[in-house]
Every structure is written in structure tokens, then in C-alpha cells.
């Protein structure tokens, strides 16, 4: 089956900008809705951003001045720009598809491994 790897995590000092990327680990056809979430240490995991073929993107309220989502369809490649970081930033960030479809045919609901982010103060 297809997995979604993220690639791009380390750590970084407060203030700093990081990016992340996700991407399939094979060719696919297509992959509808893509998104990331982050879950911080003793925390459930939270949506950061969304964002759909068509370019049209949702972002947590505390977020989005700091937060970039985009996609690149011909790669089926999303990427997370992420600004201005603070210590609450610290985070596993996972990636998610709601559905893919390859030469094994269709799923569903599927998650990267997760890339963690920290920032120090």
C-alpha cells in the first residue's frame, strides 16, 4: 500500500521559520482532501491546516497568520510553511489523506509517520 512520508522536522529556535513536505511513497493517481495535524507531548492531536485539489485551504484560528499550507498536484506533494515559531510549536506534525488512489486501487483515512518539530526558547 501507499504510505504518506513527511520529510523537513528538526529543531529550530524560536523566531525561526521551518518547512515541511509530504509526499506519497509511490506514484499514485490521485488524492483528494490532504492535510496536516500536529500533537504536542500530553496533548491530543489538533488539525493545522487543510487544504484540497482545488487550492482552497482551512487553518486553525491560531495559526494562520504564521502558517502556510500548499499543494503541488503534478507531485501529489503538500508542503507547510511554518513562521514567526514558538515553543508551543513543538510538535509531532503528521500528514493526512482522506483517500489515494494507486495501481493497489483505493484507500482511505491515511496518515504519515509524523516529523517532529521542536523549538527552543
Known amino acids: 500500500q501507499v504510505q504518506l512520508v513527511e520529510s523537513g522536522g528538526g529543531s529550530v529556535e524560536a523566531g525561526g521559520s521551518m518547512r515541511l513536505s509530504c509526499a506519497p511513497s509511490?506514484?499514485?493517481?490521485?488524492?483528494?482532501?490532504m492535510a496536516w495535524y500536529r500533537q504536542a507531548p500530553g496533548k491530543q492531536r489538533e488539525l493545522v491546516a487543510e487544504?484540497?485539489?482545488?487550492?482552497?485551504?482551512q487553518y486553525a484560528d491560531s495559526l494562520r497568520d504564521r502558517f502556510y499550507i500548499a499543494r503541488d498536484n503534478a507531485i501529489h506533494t503538500i508542503f507547510l510553511r511554518m513562521d514567526s515559531l514558538k515553543p508551543e510549536d513543538t510538535a509531532i506534525y503528521y500528514c493526512h489523506g482522506d483517500a489515494l488512489t494507486s495501481n493497489w486501487g483505493t484507500q482511505k483515512d491515511i496518515w504519515g509517520q509524523g516529523t517532529q518539530v521542536i523549538v527552543s526558547s
Open positions: 487544504i484540497d485539489r482545488d487550492g482552497w485551504t
Open positions: 509511490q506514484n499514485i493517481s490521485s488524492i483528494s482532501l
